[in-house]
């Protein structure tokens, strides 16, 4: 799945994962999921409201994480495009995107996830989540 670094001015402030991907791919009853960022693994907690209103995770960490990949990759203005990949349970990987060359001619739809398959991105390894 095609997640991006949420930002409040030129702060990152969480993860965006979107409402399709979290009715996809986490359970309810999940409390917290591990991030594997690099060489790093991380337990980040899940607000009540990530299910509902706020499909985003926050964690001091993974936001100094990202605020470095945001910088490095997109200058520290625009938001960064991850693949985030089930790894089974509550376990995730999060990594670059990469472009998809077959589909850089669609449209941009309105809703955000659908923007990301505008781009043409797909999850790091080729397939498509």
């Given at each position: 799945m095609v997640v991006t670094s949420q930002c409040c001015g030129h702060r990152v402030t969480g993860l965006y994962?979107?409402?399709?991907?979290?009715?996809?791919?986490?359970?309810?009853?999940?409390?917290?999921?591990?991030?594997?960022?690099?060489?790093?693994?991380?337990?980040?907690?899940?607000?009540?409201?990530?299910?509902?209103?706020?499909?985003?995770?926050?964690?001091?960490?993974?936001?100094?994480?990202?605020?470095?990949?945001?910088?490095?990759?997109?200058?520290?203005?625009?938001?960064?495009?991850?693949?985030?990949?089930?790894?089974?349970?509550?376990?995730f990987v999060l990594g670059p995107a990469t472009l998809n060359p077959s589909s850089r001619a669609r449209r941009a739809p309105a809703t955000v996830n659908a923007r990301h398959d505008a781009y043409g991105l797909q999850p790091q390894g080729g397939a498509a989540a």
């Open positions: 994962v979107g409402a399709d991907n979290v009715r996809r791919y986490f359970p309810k009853h999940l409390s917290e999921i591990e991030l594997q960022i690099d060489h790093l693994r991380i337990e980040c907690g899940l607000d009540p409201d990530f299910w509902q209103d706020q499909p985003e995770i926050h964690d001091p960490r993974l936001c100094v994480w990202l605020e470095s990949k945001q910088m490095k990759e997109a200058g520290s203005r625009n938001p960064v495009l991850l693949s985030m990949t089930p790894k089974g349970g509550n376990s």
